[in-house]
């Protein structure tokens, strides 16, 4: 079946460092990929997204750019603030996989001041 | 504002007694999910909803059970049956057609059983 990989966690990082989320997934069809951020205590919110081959998600300074070739869709960041520690999602959903998407296992990011 | 809420954030119960937890949305999705997260852990799928008055199991049903009598409604039971069921509880809902299942989330429902 459909599935997701992400790096572990925990991420640490220095304030203005580059982040890399690495996120691989197995599917058959053509998913459409996610990257959601959770906040402490709070629901997850959908970050960015990209729905075919070669497409760039961006928003907020992160970027991830779907590849087919390598299964892949890292998520990036330049220049990463104290206030975007938290815990990111990989995700797909797909057209074989009824209206379900799936997660992979989340991986915190704490930033350091 | 569209949205889901979820009621209450915070809930207590004593074990052997069920629970229903809320989740509510304005959004005219038609379907609806709800999650459990552990400590550390990701999402997952309890039970998940494409259209009123139908529902199916998720990955992890044992011990909940849901209803859907209305699109904008899809509440939780946690039942005494659920062996471990404190955690965080989300609900989430999206469009039901295409591939983009963007979902929308609820800030949570957090239930503690002692």
């Known amino acids: 079946g459909d599935s997701v990989t992400q790096m572990e966690g925990p991420v640490t990082l220095s304030e203005e460092a580059f982040l890399t989320i690495n996120c691989t997934y197995t599917?058959?069809?053509?998913?459409?990929l996610f990257w959601y951020v959770q906040y402490p205590g709070e629901g997850l919110q959908l970050l960015l997204k990209a729905t075919k081959a070669d497409d760039k998600g961006s928003n907020k300074g992160f970027e991830a750019t779907y590849r087919k070739e390598t299964t892949s869709f890292h998520l990036e960041k330049g220049s990463v603030q104290v206030s975007d520690s938290a815990v990111y999602f990989c995700?797909?959903?797909?057209?074989?996989?009824?209206?379900?998407?799936?997660f992979g296992a989340g991986t915190r990011l704490f930033v350091k001041a | 504002d569209g949205g889901i809420t979820q009621s209450p954030k915070y809930l207590f119960r004593k074990e052997g007694q069920n629970v229903t937890l809320s989740c509510e949305q304005n959004l005219n999705h038609d379907a609806m999910y709800w999650y459990r997260q552990d400590p550390g852990q990701g999402l997952r799928l309890i039970y998940y909803?494409?259209?009123?008055?139908?529902?199916q199991k998720g990955d992890i049903a044992e011990g909940y059970s849901v209803s859907r009598e209305k699109k904008e409604s899809f509440p939780l039971t946690v039942t005494s049956a659920q062996k471990n069921p404190t955690a965080f509880y989300l609900c989430?809902?999206?469009?039901?057609?295409?591939?983009?299942?963007?979902?929308?989330f609820g800030p949570g429902t957090r239930l503690t059983v002692t």
């Open positions: 995700a797909l959903s797909s057209n074989t996989g009824g209206f379900k998407t799936i």
């Open positions: 909803s494409q259209i009123v008055n139908d529902f």
């Open positions: 599917a058959t069809g053509y998913p459409s």
């Open positions: 989430a809902s999206s469009i039901a057609t295409g591939t983009d299942y963007e979902q929308y």
